[in-house]
């Protein structure tokens, strides 16, 4: 195993020192740190054997004939990468290694470099699955439910970008058809949020669409769509044949009013999770202290703005909440940030009176029980997306891991 200049046997890494007519030498790569002065000479006629003794690391050596296991090692190496499309290029090559080249293979090999498997890899599964990335999610193993013929894949949107330099708008969808049978229900509750960290590379966010499945009382992830732009035409595709009695949201524009338009009926409340969070990072870019933001989010202080009569948050409800800060800043013996309290209020009218409708956080007057546990069931999903990916894995490996936690709702109660 190894290049022109590297050679690797029994787990030992050769560099090549000199050669000659009659042979080449490679010397232990650890020689300079270790001083080992163990050396591999390979002749023209490939034959080879080892001078001196690794003091690197004792291990028995033996001299021989040079073996070519080339075609093996292709075979081996197509084999990993059509029956498991989904595991990485290099644990496909430390397979390979370990079988060609593990610390019991006594024969010096003449085999494929680390480079050659995972070229080969690529080549193989571009050939088998097609060149384009998007269409290999299309066509089996991927567009199935796993060890089964139901379809998993659902949709593929193509929308061109008016500037023809630009890359297209695409929007992929996947679904269990078994989970797709809880959006029949009249008057279902969704609940529609996107995570960013868990996305491949080349799309923007994930768009998840949970159900509250009241037969077992579980919020179930039933799509998950991957948008390469986050816009309302990213959004409109996602709810064909819905009647919810409401939606609950991210607090993102486009995402709100794509919502709006598609289901007029409905009720649709921004999640209240969001709404801390967004405020909660407005109050650290305003540089506000840490005692007068956690001042500000403890409960019934700035929240009290999302159940009192709408009609009364501005300006009798901020005037109370402006007032429970000083007093409670008194108490606390924490200093009041005047100045940055004023820019924060600016920003909450124009946000939060001005762009958004005022009933999208404010819940007064909304009985249904749905709304008091909006922060909870996405956003434990997320956590629980981000904790099976690193960030922007492949798609090929997201495409799987959603298949397998997408069918297992269980837990989310």
Known sequence: ???????????????????????????????????????????????????????????????????????????????????????????????????????????????????????RIRRIRRRYYGGDI??????????????????????????????????????????????????????????????????PRGFRQCLILMVD???????????????????????????KKLNPAEIVCDFEFSLISSVQTRFQNAEVVGCFFHFKQAIRRRLKDERISDDEVTIAMESGVLDILTVIDPDLVDPKGIAWVKQEIKQRCIANNCPYSRREWKSFWVYFRKTWLERYYITEWNVFGITNTIVARTNNPLERFNREMNAAFKPHPKLRHFVSTIETIGGNPGSRK
Not at 222 to 227: G, I, S
């Open 1 to 119: 195993r190894g290049s022109k200049t590297i050679k690797i046997y029994k787990g030992f890494r050769y560099c090549k020192n000199w050669y000659s007519k009659k042979h080449i030498a490679y010397r232990c790569s650890t020689s300079k740190t270790s001083g080992c002065k163990a050396t591999l000479k390979v002749t023209p006629a490939a034959v080879w054997w080892v001078e001196g003794e690794h003091t690197c690391r004792p291990v028995p050596v033996l001299n021989g004939q040079l073996n070519d296991e080339t075609d093996a090692m292709k075979r081996t190496t197509d084999q990993l990468a059509t029956q498991n499309p989904t595991m990485p290029e290099g644990d496909i090559w430390e397979q390979v290694c370990e079988a060609f080249y593990g610390p019991d293979r006594e024969e010096l090999l003449d085999g494929l470099t680390e480079e050659q498997v995972i070229g």
């Open 134 to 199: 998007h269409g290999v999610v299309e066509v089996p193993p991927f567009s199935k439910v796993k060890d089964s013929a139901i379809p998993f894949f659902r949709f593929h949107l193509v929308t061109a970008h008016p500037d023809p330099k630009k890359a297209p708008s695409r929007v992929l969808g996947w679904a269990h058809p078994a989970l797709k049978e809880l959006l029949l229900y009249n008057s279902v509750s969704l609940f529609l949020d996107g995570t960013f960290r868990s996305v």
């Open 213 to 239: 499945d009241p037969a077992r009382n579980l919020f179930t992830p039933v799509y998950f769509v991957l948008c390469t732009p986050c816009t309302t035409i990213s959004y409109r595709d996602t709810g």
